[in-house]
């Protein structure tokens, strides 16, 4: 498993962005993984875990869950080991905790991954809230 810290979080208004960063703190770190996708997830107020982008590590496919197409991209620096989320144009309605997630999954390499139980490794998460 890879060791994850999600930072960027915070709390801002309707319309602004921000970008999470994700980074692997441990060996293995992402840029050895060249099988591994990463993913970010999050989780609002009573509401279950929810996919919302995944990037393959061994290429720059990418896939986005409908609510946050067009505004959000995820991203990838391999050699700092890192992932991102920008976030544009937000909305109350993403207020939620953000994890980051990699996954060890052969076939994920090609196209990312979206359900939680192909990925292994969690970050802690980081809070966005966003006001009206």
């Known amino acids: 498993q890879v060791q994850l810290v999600e930072s960027g979080g915070g709390l801002v208004q309707a319309g602004d962005s921000l970008r999470l960063s994700c980074a692997a703190s441990?060996?293995?770190?992402?840029?050895?993984?060249?099988?591994?996708?990463m993913g970010w997830f999050r989780q609002a107020p009573g509401k279950e875990r929810e996919f919302v982008a995944t990037?393959?590590?061994?290429?720059?496919?990418?896939r986005e869950s409908d609510s946050v197409k067009g505004r959000f991209t995820i991203s990838k620096d391999k050699a700092k080991s890192t992932g991102y989320l920008q976030m544009n144009n937000l909305k109350p309605e993403d207020t939620a905790v953000y994890y980051c997630?990699?996954?060890?999954?052969?076939?994920?390499?090609?196209?990312?991954?979206?359900?939680?139980?192909?990925?292994?490794?969690w970050g802690r998460g980081t809070q966005i809230t966003v006001s009206p």
């Open positions: 441990s060996r293995p770190t992402w840029s050895t993984l060249s099988t591994y996708a």
């Open positions: 990037i393959s590590w061994s290429n720059s496919n990418t």
């Open positions: 997630a990699a996954s060890p999954i052969d076939y994920c390499a090609d196209h990312g991954c979206w359900f939680e139980y192909e990925y292994d490794s």
